[in-house]
Each structure stands twice: as C-alpha cells, then as structure tokens.
C-alpha cells in the first residue's frame, strides 16, 4: 500500500505542506480546498495575480481566452491552460504543467510538469511530477453503487472513508489514450498504462500494465 514518499517527489509541488503528518496521499483530497485559500494568500503578488476571488495565477502562466477557472484555484509559474479547458475549482496546477482543451479539473493537484492535455476529466486526485494522461483518458472518482472507496493491493485493502477518490498517479506515470481509471486506483512511480485499459487497485512501480492479469515489470 503506497504511501506518499513511495509515490511523490514533494519538492516538484507548490503544495508541499498540504501532506504534512499524513500517511496516505489520499488523505489530502478532503483538504485541497482550504489549503488553497491559506496558501494562495501568502503568495507573492509581484509573481502571481489574484485575478478574482480565490484564484491565483502565476503572471508568466499562459490562459487561453476561452478557459475556465473556477474558485479556489492555483495555477503556478509556467503552466498552460489552454482551448475550453474546465475547472471547475478545488485545483492546484504545478509549475509547467498543460491542462489541454476541453479538459476537466476538479478537487486536483497537479504536480509540477504533468500534462492532461486533451479530453481528460480528472477529479479527486493526485497525479505526480511529469505523469501524463493520454487524449481521452479519465479518472472515475465514484463508485456505481455509491459506497464508500477503498484502496486494494494484493490482498491487503484500506477503507479511505471517502465517496469521491479518482486516483493517485506516481511521479512519471504514462496512462494510454482512452484509458479509464476506476475509484480508488493508485499507480506506483514510473509506471505504464496500456491505451483502452480499464484499471483498478494497485499497480505497482515501473511497470507496464497491459490488463489486470497481464502486468509486466519495465525493463
């Protein structure tokens, strides 16, 4: 069962403190809101602009026109939020990350360089430094049936305590085009998704996960 050093490099988030004395990344998805609010008034308006209530955007950031950013929101120093991209709030977009058009952003933290650059929707989640998304690929942050999620790896299984959680993906994980990662999925660092896959539990890291009973170590 991961936990947050085994998945994330936290000097590549502006967001560092937001895990502090926790165990789980998933732990934070209850607290992103407030904590955007604390941090986005500590910092520096000589570097970022607080363009309306409750949203900050670095000044070297690039918005398209047709963008929306709904409160609370942070977009750091480098990013690009482009063609009808939409976010909805609860959002923390790291430094040099792509949020692509017609993208979907709600209660995330993007670390610095991750790209979900085209038709993603990607809610209730943590995806680490430089992991990708594939065009059409989306997190399924709630369950058919409606209960509550719960993180499996072998035969080990955590009780989140939470109704909405996408998914957690490690520092420089690749998902494929089209691919659908199901509540409560965690993807371990530098680790593949094969296109049309439909994941859920644990992958572990640096692998290549071509279906649940087809997973490969990367060589």
């Known amino acids: 069962m991961y936990r947050i050093s085994e998945l994330f490099d936290l000097e590549k988030t502006i967001a560092s403190e937001l895990?502090?004395?926790k165990?789980?990344?998933?732990?934070?998805?209850?607290?992103?809101?407030?904590?955007?609010?604390?941090l986005g008034e500590s910092l520096d308006p000589e570097e970022y602009d607080n363009v309306s209530e409750g949203v900050w955007i670095a000044k070297d950031a690039k918005?398209?026109?047709?963008?929306?950013?709904?409160?609370?929101?942070i977009?750091?120093?480098?990013?690009e939020i482009r063609h009808c991209a939409f976010i909805r709030g609860s959002a923390i977009v790291g430094k040099g990350a792509v949020v692509g058009n017609s993208?979907?952003?709600?209660?995330?933290?993007?670390?610095?360089?991750?790209?979900?650059?085209?038709?993603?929707?990607?809610?209730?989640?943590?995806?680490?430094?430089?992991?990708?998304m594939g065009a059409g690929s989306i997190t399924s942050n709630v369950k058919s049936d409606k209960t509550l999620v719960k993180v499996r790896c072998g035969d080990e299984t955590c009780d989140t305590g939470l109704k909405k959680f996408g998914a957690m993906l490690g520092d420089e994980v690749e998902v494929g085009c089209n691919s659908v990662l199901n509540p409560g999925t965690v993807v371990g660092r530098n680790s593949n998704i094969y296109?049309?896959?439909?994941?859920r539990g644990t992958v572990a890291e640096n692998s290549i996960y071509k279906g649940k009973d087809n997973i490969a170590p990367k060589k």
């Open 19 to 21: 895990f502090s004395g």
């Open 23 to 38: 165990e789980y990344p998933w732990e934070v998805l209850g607290e992103i809101k407030d904590f955007i609010y604390r």
């Open 63 to 73: 918005i398209f026109p047709s963008a929306y950013i709904g409160a609370p929101c």
């Open 75 to 79: 977009i750091d120093k480098g990013a």
């Open 103 to 132: 993208t979907e952003l709600k209660n995330v933290l993007l670390f610095d360089k991750v790209q979900v650059p085209h038709y993603n929707y990607v809610g209730d989640s943590v995806l680490g430094y430089k992991a990708h």
């Open 195 to 199: 296109p049309l896959s439909s994941v």
